[in-house]
């Protein structure tokens, strides 16, 4: 049981002093910093964030009880709600005045219901009668209006990593109007509506902050709402209902999750999952909203894996087990507890929950830390060597390498517009970044092919595999390593199998390169036709005139090498010396004949002179030919 | 008869064909007892043993000689004898009438017949001997281990029974250079395609774990061999020159025509079995297989051969003969392998499509040629057409062929790579090509051409032509650079 929770808490929770009488507690999302205000600020407030190493702590004047406090990005300003009107605003930045100041907002009559930082120096006032955008200039110690909006609200939601702020308007809050900010501007994006489940008549306010998150999903923004069961409707349970927020263009509701039950939820989003927690239950599920079902309508999706619970954890200090209550959430448990913990996705143990493996493998590779998982699904796989197991390894195969392939797309154009020079379109070129999902070669040579060749499984399966693997590899047009070919060969080899290596060659599966002839040529003492396949292979290859030279001159066909540098028009390069001493070990003398006589024509040819140069080292063959030949033999210098 | 007043040319042909045992009868009077095998049967008993009786003697006379290389054939004016010997004291003889004309009567004499001892090879009528082995040992296995089977009575049936047939396909007229080779013609294929098929033959090999070895063919070509290559090179033999011509006939046949095999109903696919059942939905089809003999050598296994064919792609499943096939299995393969290898086929009927419209309209070249790599016996041939049950048609005289034979045997006779060029009547040029372990024979036609053009020609064309098959050329290196396909 214990490898099956596939959510767990972070391992170090942000720790701080428990809510009570003295000492309120708030969390600001977007910084994901917990402020801990002594005594309104008194006697200190603490501000801990989840990398921070030491927590900021400072004191402020106890001018009323805190609503809310919020610092801007990167710390640089503190804004402090303590009345329905107004917030103030404490410098952070060195060498600016620390002094408050106070801002009122302009809407007369106006509530702030709250209030968030869109940038270092820019806030959204939102007040029940519509938001203030405001620039705050720290050194002058005001707040600049940069536009506003007037709108009734009746609650809303900041996204801090979209900087989109949603705003429920109408009796029912069920029509929303987003907001999305950008260096300094505001704007408006299509407003659209909620579809209740049930119309209340009198008309009253029915939809809930609490039922409305926004989460940027792949890049994304949605806003997910979170549908509750009615009687009068027969839906099988509760849902999530997807909207997917455009810049431009209406929201369009795209995705529906399907949550098969009832009661109270909490919605998370990690590692682009959306995490729906059930209370009664005490389990949690996880939609992935890429992966698409078969069996269902278009973007209705079932949970990818079996509730689970949160994977108890320890708090670490008093070593107490903290059963994750699900009470009333993650908020809020970070209040009585005292530590604010953060929820990831454990991954090993999806691998046994999801028995698609293709599928695993779709859910895997839009995973952030996948690729040591991936590999030992891998690994795994292959060992089980089940029956019918192929299709399933083509399949995944075929996945891995789909990301592997666009991701070397993408770095070759990126290379090529870097060459291309420092034109206008080179800046909107980034470097492809490598994500974990990215399997090369190299990953599945070295964590699950190697090893996997020595197991002792029935070789049939092994060459399968690996010639699956090419397969894959060449779909989608990716050069294989020469190493790949190397592990094939060799397998084929230790089973002894040189008529499938033969046939293997003769249909170029295995590319032709240096490395690769030379393997093969090591092998012609156990299989003879290696020889000629490899010669080919150098032939082909056509840089490797050198070598099959050597090649030819170590099987003593010193003609034959002559003949072939002779063609190639290298003959009047060549070392003489190299092939008179191969013909001399020949113990052929009329061999040994016809290939001095051929270096005396070049040498007459070239320098007007039979005779060899110094330089060439020739001495000793030219005295075995005398002692041979007679020396009335060698070639005469012509006469002039 | 029409022709009574011509000349009258009578092809070689088959006078005899026996085997014998000379242990199986050592003592006068019991001669007899060698005879494994007689054809003609009809020929008397007497006659039989003193053919037998030559044999024998001539094998044993020349072994004085050579001990190690007794003779191979025996040339006399009307005939031409071939000697084999397989297995340890188990001989072939195959006795060969030489081609002769007839010259008809004139002005009263009576008619001439002149025979033509020269005009047949050795080397191309010793191949075929062999070949007569090695396919009676593909589906009978071994001359001795029939023997230690059943004793005398067992082998004297199993050849009875193989070779009444067989001597019947034996078309020795039409047999040349190619008989010589025994080669196998592969399939030209691009690197993805074939990995699709090694994909599919993995995955039925691995869904079907009865399936022992498998082949691939397309067009009659091979593409993939699960068997060794000496086993392969006669099962292809089989399948090209009987099994699938036997089928085509069929298949060629019109849609009413009653040679045309019933279609099962299926529209899913175009699967059927070559071997076998022909029809699986008939209740009362049995589902017996020819058993094959391979790796005689040493694990001498005994297989069922499936032959599965969807348009021009045909599979081979081999499976071991101990296992009973039933109607539940070959279900199940045809159930697996039928959509796969009808999509298969037309994946590479496409791509070879594509390939052949990337390499140009086929032009009618201005030579022919065969070639032969002893590595792999791949073999390639533009003289000839098409090779049937009855006769493989050769699209060149035979007096040319004959030329080809024997430059064919200049080049057997030594190691060293050469190269040989003739210029035969009729102003067609024959060039010969060894090199290292390929030869290539071209033949070129070409009025008033010089022995300095020819050659330069052949130059040429063995390095710009694209010899078909294989995409790629490889080149040999030695002598002056064949490059041919493969």
């Known amino acids: 049981m214990d490898n099956e929770y596939y959510l767990e808490l972070s391992e170090n929770p942000v720790q701080f002093e428990n809510a009570s009488t003295v000492n309120n507690v708030f969390f600001d999302e977007a910084n994901k910093q917990v402020f801990a205000v002594r005594s309104g600020g008194a006697t200190g407030v603490v501000v801990k964030g989840p990398e921070d190493k030491s927590p900021i702590a400072f004191r402020m004047d106890d001018k009323g009880e805190v609503k809310c406090i919020k610092f801007s990005l990167g710390n640089k300003i503190l804004a402090v709600q303590r009345t329905p009107k107004s917030v103030d605003f404490i410098n952070f930045i060195p060498d600016y005045p620390h002094l408050e100041f106070s801002h009122e907002c302009k809407t007369k009559n106006a509530n702030v219901l709250g209030f968030c930082w869109t940038n270092w120096n820019e806030i959204v006032f939102v007040t029940d009668q519509g938001i203030e955008f405001y620039q705050v200039l720290p050194d002058k110690r005001t707040l600049k209006m940069l536009k506003s909006q007037s709108i009734n609200v009746n609650w809303y939601i900041y996204c801090p990593e979209t900087a989109v702020l949603l705003l429920s308007t109408t009796v029912q809050g069920n029509v929303l109007q987003p907001f999305a900010f950008k260096n300094g501007t505001m704007s408006k994006m299509s407003k659209f509506e909620i579809e209740l489940p049930m119309v209340p008549k009198p008309a009253k306010l029915s939809l809930s902050e609490r039922d409305i998150a926004v989460a940027s999903i792949y890049g994304e923004v949605y806003v997910m709402y979170l549908k509750h069961h009615s009687r009068s409707t027969n839906s099988s349970g509760a849902e999530v209902v997807l909207y997917h927020l455009l810049r431009e263009g209406p929201c369009k509701k795209i995705h529906v999750l399907k949550l098969n039950t009832t009661g109270k939820f909490a919605l998370n989003v990690v590692d682009n999952l959306v995490v729906v927690h059930h209370q009664s239950s005490q389990t949690s599920i996880i939609f992935d909203i890429k992966l698409r079902e078969p069996d269902c309508a278009m973007n209705v999706h079932q949970p990818v894996l079996p509730a689970r619970s949160i994977h108890p954890c320890k708090i670490p200090l008093t070593g107490a087990l903290c059963l994750f209550l699900y009470l009333i959430f993650l908020l809020l448990s970070v209040y009585l507890s005292g530590y604010l913990w953060y929820l990831q996705v454990k991954l090993q143990p999806t691998v046994n929950l999801l028995q698609d493996k293709g599928k695993l493998m779709d859910f895997l590779l839009r995973r952030r830390d996948c690729k040591m998982v991936i590999l030992s699904v891998c690994s795994q796989m292959l060992e089980g060597g089940e029956k019918g197991n192929l299709p399933v390894v083509a399949t995944v195969f075929d996945k891995l390498n789909q990301v592997y392939k666009e991701y070397l797309e993408a770095e070759q154009a990126y290379t090529v517009a870097m060459e291309s020079g420092p034109s206008r379109f080179s800046n909107s070129y980034k470097r492809p970044v490598r994500t974990q999902a990215v399997i090369d070669q190299s990953d599945m040579y070295t964590h699950v092919l190697s090893a996997f060749t020595e197991k002792k499984v029935i070789n049939k399966f092994i060459i399968a595999v690996l010639m699956e693997y090419i397969r894959s590899l060449n779909q989608f047009q990716i050069t294989v390593q020469h190493y790949l070919y190397e592990l094939v060969i060799k397998t084929l080899v230790q089973h002894n199998l040189f008529y499938m290596l033969h046939q293997f060659l003769q249909y170029h599966v295995l590319s032709d390169s240096k490395p690769l002839a030379c393997l093969l040529l090591s092998l012609e003492s156990t299989y003879p036709p290696a020889h000629q396949l490899s010669l080919d292979m150098l032939k082909r290859l056509s840089t490797a005139n050198d070598e099959i030279v050597e090649v030819l001159l170590s099987k003593q066909q010193v003609l034959g090498a002559l003949r072939f540098v002779r063609s190639v028009g290298g003959h009047d390069n060549v070392s003489a010396r190299k092939f008179l001493d191969a013909a001399r070990q020949t113990n052929d003398t009329m061999l040994f004949y016809t290939i001095f006589r051929f270096f005396e024509q070049r040498n007459l040819r070239l320098r007007g002179n039979p005779a060899f140069n110094q330089g060439e080292h020739c001495e000793e063959h030219v005295a075995y030919f005398k002692e041979v030949f007679g020396e009335q033999t060698l070639m005469k210098p012509p006469t002039k | ?486």
């Not at chain 2, 102003?427 to 060894?434: A, F, I, N, Q, T």
């Open chain 2, 1 to 486: 008869m029409a022709s009574g007043m011509q000349e009258k040319q009578y092809t070689p042909s088959l006078l005899s064909f026996f085997i014998y045992n000379p242990k199986f009868g050592p003592r006068e009077g019991e001669e007899e007892k060698k005879i494994l095998f007689y054809h003609p049967s009809e020929v008397e008993k007497n006659e039989k043993i003193r053919n037998v009786g030559l044999c024998e003697a001539i094998v044993q006379f020349t072994r004085t000689f050579c001990p190690t290389k007794p003779a191979k054939s025996l040339h006399t004016q009307k005939n031409r004898q071939f000697f084999h010997e397989p297995e340890e004291n188990f001989w072939m003889v195959m006795v060969v009438r030489n081609p002769m004309i007839e010259k008809p009567s004139k002005d009263g004499k009576p008619a001439t017949i002149e025979y033509q001892e020269e005009e047949i090879l050795d080397s191309v009528y010793g191949a075929v001997l062999r070949q007569c082995y090695s396919m009676y040992k593909l589906f009978n296995g071994t001359f001795s281990r029939a023997f230690e089977a059943g004793g005398v009575e067992l082998l004297r049936q199993k050849l009875e029974k193989f070779f009444y047939r067989y001597l019947q396909t034996l078309h020795l007229q039409s047999c040349d250079l190619l008989d010589v080779f025994g080669g196998i013609s592969f399939f030209p294929l691009d690197k993805m395609t074939y990995l699709k098929i090694q994909s599919f033959v993995n995955r039925v090999e691995e869904s079907l774990s009865l399936v022992k070895y498998t082949a691939f063919l397309y067009n009659d070509q091979l593409i993939w061999s699960g068997l060794e290559q000496d086993d392969m090179r006669i099962l292809y033999k089989y399948l090209t020159t009987s099994l699938f011509p036997r089928h085509t006939e069929p298949e060629l046949a019109g849609r009413d025509s009653p040679l045309r095999p019933e279609v099962a109903g299926n529209l899913l696919h175009y699967g059927r079995f070559l071997t076998g059942p022909a029809n699986l939905k008939d209740p009362e089809a049995k589902f017996r297989f020819p058993r094959i003999f391979v790796n005689t050598e040493d694990s001498y296994e005994e297989l069922h051969l499936i032959v599965y064919k969807a348009m021009s792609a045909a599979v081979c499943f081999m499976i071991n003969a101990s296992v009973e096939l039933t109607r539940e299995f070959c279900e199940q393969l045809d159930a697996l392998v039928g959509p796969q290898l009808t999509l298969l086929a037309s994946d590479i009927c496409e791509q070879y499509n594509i390939n052949r419209r990337i390499s140009g309209p086929e032009k009618e070249p201005q030579f022919k040629f065969i070639y032969f790599n002893h590595m792999n016996l791949a073999e390639k041939s533009t003289i000839h057409m098409r090779k049937t049950a009855s006769v493989s048609l050769t699209s060149v005289h035979p007096d040319l062929m004959k030329i080809l034979g024997d430059i064919n045997c200049d080049f057997a006779r030594v190691d060293e790579d050469e190269e040989i060029i003739v210029k035969a009547m009729t102003d067609y040029w024959v060039v010969g090509k060894k090199s290292d372990q390929r030869e290539l024979y071209v033949i070129l036609n070409q009025k008033n051409a010089n022995l300095i053009e020819v050659n330069e020609e052949v130059k040429r064309l063995c390095a710009t032509q694209d010899m078909t098959t294989l995409k790629t050329v490889s080149c040999s290196c030695f002598n002056d650079s064949i490059s041919v396909m493969q």
